[in-house]
């Protein structure tokens, strides 16, 4: 006699779990997470182990590429070493990025919270403030903002935050309002729970899917934004970003192709990294593609 | 009922620019230091009677609602301040320099519009097909791109590699006193390499969303019609689904303006475009802070004015909303 058999109780897969296992089942999506590990871990040890200041001048300027060893990527107009200066720039340009898609999310996600949830004039309000700032031009008020306030690391990443939270409002108040409506959330308002209770507890976290997609493009959209500014000089002088580079090497382009041409690889390849990683994480949230 | 809507429009676009003044008050206002050595911006050694003389100007020794008001009806009477650098007002220096940032973005605008739709159309076809992967791909390398960076790599190829195209300004000096269709061939062949530049991101971007908006309505009952009652392929396509896929890439097409705008500031740096953004570079440069919020509220101008011409082709080509409010 066999024993009776007994089926193994249902557990229900975890929604991070689920996610990933639709994550990982796209190749793209796990090239792009690849990728951004890979340039993670490059600039983060490169800049640790990689003993040279990248504003120091190290040999004679405009050192073509793959001639000498020790410069594997030549030197920039004034003999600065384009590794060296790879290897420091990455750090601060998606630190910043990253600062600065926190700084959107903050206000995007309050705002938009706030007017979807609550409705009538507390929307209208927001949404008029909304449309107001989507009527500046994003790059130029950065500009204005940097300026005014001297920049600094902090500056530069508040003022992309200033400048790009609103797309994060409309979404996030787009999110609200359609959950809010929901039995769950009138079962919770039945039990007793409170409007702040309700907004972070019951409604942010079913909103996070379409959030956090949008916080990695996020991520994207103010690492170009860092680029652009530093590009035209607008960022921090003493730090060294890819963006800088570029802006520092540009009079010289047609002298020296190298030095403008490798830091904007690095910011290409970052970029799209991270909005590899944001497209997967759409598709991995979006249940009508789980039964493929 | 269509008039009454333009007008609000237009109302609801003249308040958003007062916003816009206001906050270039608060700016100066909020930045660190005296006012007036703010505005006075690039001169170094300011003398004590030239900062009288702004102070006097702007009213700062009144109180703030004062001063509000004062700057409020200077920007009404199109004075947005003097660069002292270039010793001449604001304003005139932004007109000589909106016609050639208009001209940029347009052009961009249109470009990617068109082609990027002509992509997306013929991709559609063929959800599985050589062009529709092409067409993802691009858009997802288009997105992630720094377009001042496309920009040099242009000047670089273009410069030394294939000397087609001139990679530098908008027009020859040897072509100063040619004739206007000279001239105007010479503009445009300048204007070749930013308008592309500036045109790639979103080219792709376009590609991709008629792409999707194409296959959602290709599926639709009355394209089934259309080739039931034997209308030509090219007809069905073009006539039929393309209207109808157009609105979505028109809502797009409105939104990106502003960005648009952005991207052109760094096309026209790279190129040397002699155009607002390239003047807000030189002005923020020199920490003269009148031109550049002058350039802004421009800027921001321009961006209410595609708003309201987003809305109101948008009620054109979808009759639908006309009788909405």
Known sequence: MTEPTVPEPYVAESPGREAWRMYSRNRTALFGLGLLFVILAITFYGSFFYAGDA???VWAPHEPPMVTPEFPLGTDYL???????????????????????LITMVIGVSLGALAGFYGGWIDTALMRFTEFFQ??????????L???FSPSLWTIAFAIGVVSWPQTARLTRAEFMKIKELEYVTAARAIGAKNTRIIWKVILPNAAPPLIVSAALTIGVAILFEAGLSFLGLGDPNVMSW??????NRDQLLDAWWPVTFPGLAIFLTVLAVSLVGDGLNDAFNPKLRER | MTASFFIRRIAYGLLLMLGVVILNFLLIR???GDPAVVIAGEMGGIDAQMLAAIRADYGLDKPLPTQLWIYLSNVVQGNLGESFFFNQPVATLISARIGPTILLVLTAQVLSIVIGMFLGVIAARKPNGPLSGFVSVFATIGYAVPVFWTGIMLVILFASVFPIFPVEGMRSVRLRDAGPIAQFFDVAHHLVLPAFTLAIIYLAQYARLSRASMMDVLGSDYI????????????????????????????????????LISGALLVETVFNWPGMGRLAFDSILRRNYPTV???????????????ILTDLSYRWADPRLRGRE
């Not at chain 1, 009527?135 to 204005?144: H, Q």
């Not at chain 1, 963006?243 to 520092?248: Q, S, W």
Request: glycine share 12%; proline share 4%; charged share 10%.
């Open chain 1, 55 to 57: 504003y120091d001048i």
């Open chain 1, 79 to 101: 003999g600065r070493d384009i590794v060296t200066g790879m290897l420091k720039g990455g750090g601060p340009t998606m630190a910043v990025g990253a600062a600065a898609a």
């Open chain 1, 135 to 144: 009527v500046l031009p994003a790059l130029l008020f950065a500009m204005v």
């Open chain 1, 146 to 148: 940097v300026t005014l």
């Open chain 1, 243 to 248: 963006g800088l580079m570029i802006g520092a």
């Open chain 2, 30 to 32: 909020l930045a660190p």
């Open chain 2, 224 to 259: 089934r019609t259309a080739r039931a009652k034997g209308a030509t392929e090219q007809s069905v396509l073009f006539k039929h689904a393309l209207r109808n896929a157009a609105l979505p890439i028109l809502t797009v097409a409105g939104l990106q303006f502003g960005n």
């Open chain 2, 293 to 307: 919020l002058g350039v802004l509220f421009f800027a921001a101008a321009m961006v209410v004015a595609a708003n």
